[in-house]
Structures are given as structure tokens and as C-alpha cells.
């Protein structure tokens, strides 16, 4: 009888893990899919409209997405937006993203406070680059000096990891 007791204990735990996981994850990819239709809106008009959409919109959606138990965001080692740095239950995972030494499509952590976390890699692709790459245009690099004066975040390539986005659920 103790070892069913056990062994029920366990299952319920991996349950209860696993429906975490998938209720992050599910947080996560409706952020990251409304914030990427606001940038190729953006993008239609100009690319200085899809960078107030990252000025502007997206800390909101963020938000949006974010409640009591779960917060959503990005983060990046080479951050634009000086809000976007990482924690320290961050630091580890992306680094060892930045090594290749991980490459899965996301990466769950036991938080501190006994919570899960959840990172999952942004990668630069084409589109990116009007923002991101290493010819931007001076219209474009002006808005964004002025924005962010401490960007980081610019002389990507097609590939390069540009950050994460990520999620949290609170016990």
C-alpha cells in the first residue's frame, strides 16, 4: 500500500508538471503570435512603424498575456530595450544557447521559488535584419537611438540567436 501511495504521489507530480508546461508554452505562443502579427503589420507600412510596434505594443501584449500566475516576455543577452535583460534563473540556459550547446525548440527550468520557467530561442531570419542586421537604414537607426540609446541589439545575421521569449508559473 506505501508503494502505491508513492508511486501515485509521483505520476500526479509528472501530471501536474507536464499540464504546467503545456498551459506556459500555450501562454508563450499566443504572445509570441499576436506580437509577430503586429510586426508584419507594421512591417506592410514601413520599418519604422514595426519598430514602434516593439517600442510600444509589445510590453503590452505582454502584459495582455501575463496574470497572477503567469508572465510572459523577451529577453536577450544583447538587449534593445534595457528592460528586456535577463534574470538570474535565465542566465544559465542562455548561455548555454549562445554556446550551441543547446539547441531544443524551448527549455523548461525549476525556478528558485519553486515555480517552472520556460525560455524558448529566437532566432534572426530575413525580415529581422531591417532592425537587427548590420545595414540599417539611417531613418530607421535614428528612431532607434532615439528610442534606445543603449541598443544592443544590431550586426545579426540570418541564423544568429537574437533572444528568447519566455514564460513563468508561479506556485
Given at each position: 500500500?506505501?508503494?502505491?501511495?508513492?508511486?501515485?504521489?509521483?505520476?500526479?507530480?509528472?501530471?501536474?508538471?507536464?499540464?504546467?508546461?503545456?498551459?506556459?508554452?500555450?501562454?508563450?505562443?499566443?504572445?509570441?503570435?499576436?506580437?509577430?502579427?503586429?510586426?508584419?503589420?507594421?512591417?506592410?507600412?514601413?520599418?519604422?512603424?514595426?519598430?514602434?510596434?516593439?517600442?510600444?505594443?509589445?510590453?503590452?501584449?505582454?502584459?495582455k498575456?501575463?496574470?497572477?500566475?503567469?508572465?510572459?516576455?523577451?529577453?536577450?543577452?544583447?538587449?534593445?530595450?534595457?528592460?528586456?535583460?535577463?534574470?538570474?534563473?535565465?542566465?544559465?540556459?542562455?548561455?548555454?544557447?549562445?554556446?550551441?550547446?543547446l539547441?531544443?525548440a524551448?527549455?523548461?527550468?525549476?525556478?528558485?521559488?519553486?515555480?517552472?520557467?520556460?525560455?524558448?530561442?529566437?532566432?534572426?531570419?530575413?525580415?529581422?535584419?531591417?532592425?537587427?542586421?548590420?545595414?540599417?537604414?539611417?531613418?530607421?537607426?535614428?528612431?532607434?537611438?532615439?528610442?534606445?540609446?543603449?541598443d544592443?541589439?544590431?550586426?545579426?545575421?540570418?541564423?544568429?540567436?537574437?533572444?528568447?521569449?519566455?514564460?513563468?508559473?508561479?506556485?
Amino acid at each position: 500500500m506505501k508503494h502505491f501511495i508513492i508511486g501515485a504521489f509521483l505520476l500526479i507530480s509528472q501530471v501536474s508538471f507536464a499540464d504546467e508546461e503545456k498551459e506556459i508554452l500555450k501562454v508563450m505562443k499566443a504572445f509570441g503570435k499576436e506580437l509577430k502579427a503586429e510586426l508584419k503589420k507594421g512591417l506592410k507600412k514601413s520599418e519604422i512603424e514595426a519598430l514602434k510596434v516593439c517600442h510600444s505594443m509589445a510590453p503590452k501584449i505582454a502584459k495582455k498575456y501575463s496574470n497572477k500566475k503567469i508572465k510572459v516576455g523577451r529577453v536577450s543577452s544583447k538587449p534593445r530595450n534595457q528592460d528586456n535583460h535577463n534574470e538570474n534563473w535565465m542566465s544559465q540556459t542562455i548561455e548555454l544557447y549562445k554556446q550551441k550547446k543547446l539547441t531544443a525548440a524551448y527549455t523548461k527550468v525549476d525556478l528558485p521559488s519553486g515555480g517552472v520557467g520556460i525560455l524558448k530561442p529566437i532566432y534572426i531570419n530575413d525580415v529581422c535584419l531591417k532592425c537587427h542586421g548590420s545595414n540599417i537604414s539611417s531613418k530607421t537607426q535614428k528612431l532607434i537611438d532615439s528610442h534606445y540609446p543603449k541598443d544592443k541589439a544590431t550586426g545579426y545575421k540570418i541564423g544568429d540567436l537574437r533572444g528568447f521569449i519566455w514564460g513563468t508559473k508561479s506556485k
